[in-house]
């Protein structure tokens, strides 16, 4: 069965520094994956997707994410990381219209 | 701002009620999408409608039924509510329905006591 797994649960980094956030998924054909990002209280912004073609897929607010066929994974990056970017973050999988979420990332950005 | 509106933002009702739950598309996607996220489910697809037509189920309880009406948006009703129905429900749509973006709206936090 198609799954997405985040294995970190919550991840603190400091202000300026660089951060990856793992995500690993099952799926039988080509996946099309996405991050979303979502604030206390609110909903689920997009961060960026990847549906075919280059394997490196920028972002807003400076994020990018690199599909790795081999390695089954889709991780997140952002080189400086800013207070705001705290938040909760969810790698996806479409399968056939309909998005499996893993169990979410939750950053803690110390000053 | 998606452009996807959820109302109400927030529910409280008690166990045995129903309720329901509005969403409004982003203009021009015809495709919607009900999600809830639970504490201990995360983050679940419901049901997609699409133009109107139910297209896909996901672990929709049989309490729970949705429809979509002919100006696109769309009504999540919750039945015969039990505590473990708690959770924030989201809406999101897309212009077709197919390998697409689902954009999301701000949800509606149902709290049943």
């Known amino acids: 069965a198609q799954s997405v797994t985040q294995p970190d649960i919550h991840i603190t980094v400091s202000e300026g520094a660089s951060l990856e956030l793992r995500c690993n998924y099952s799926?039988?054909?080509?996946?099309?994956l996405f991050w979303y990002v979502q604030s206390p209280g609110q909903g689920l912004q997009l961060l960026l997707k990847?549906?075919?073609?280059?394997?490196l897929v920028q972002g807003i607010k400076g994020f990018e994410a690199e599909f790795k066929r081999s390695q089954s994974s889709f991780n997140l990056r952002k080189p400086s990381v800013h207070w705001s970017d705290a938040a909760e973050y969810f790698c996806?999988?479409?399968?056939?219209?309909?998005?499996?979420f893993g169990t979410g990332t939750r950053l803690q950005v110390f000053p | 701002d998606s452009g996807v509106t959820q109302t109400p933002k927030h529910l409280i009702t008690a166990t045995g009620q129903r309720v329901t739950l509005r969403c409004s598309p982003r203009?021009?996607?015809?495709?919607v999408y009900w999600y809830q996220q639970s504490l201990d489910q995360g983050l679940q697809f419901l049901i997609q409608?699409?133009?109107?037509?139910?297209?896909a189920k996901g672990n929709i309880l049989e309490r729970f039924s949705a429809q979509q009406f002919p100006d696109l948006h769309s009504e999540l009703n919750l039945s015969s509510l039990e505590l473990g129905d708690s959770a924030l429900y989201f809406c999101?749509?897309?212009?077709?329905?197919?390998?697409?973006?689902?954009?999301f709206g701000p949800g509606t936090r149902l709290l049943v006591l």
């Open positions: 799926y039988g054909a080509t996946p099309y």
């Open positions: 990847y549906f075919s073609g280059d394997t």
């Open positions: 409608y699409y133009n109107g037509e139910e297209r």
């Open positions: 203009s021009g996607d015809l495709s």
């Open positions: 999101a749509s897309s212009r077709s329905g197919g390998v697409e973006t689902q954009y």
């Open positions: 996806a999988v479409d399968n056939t219209d309909k998005l499996i």
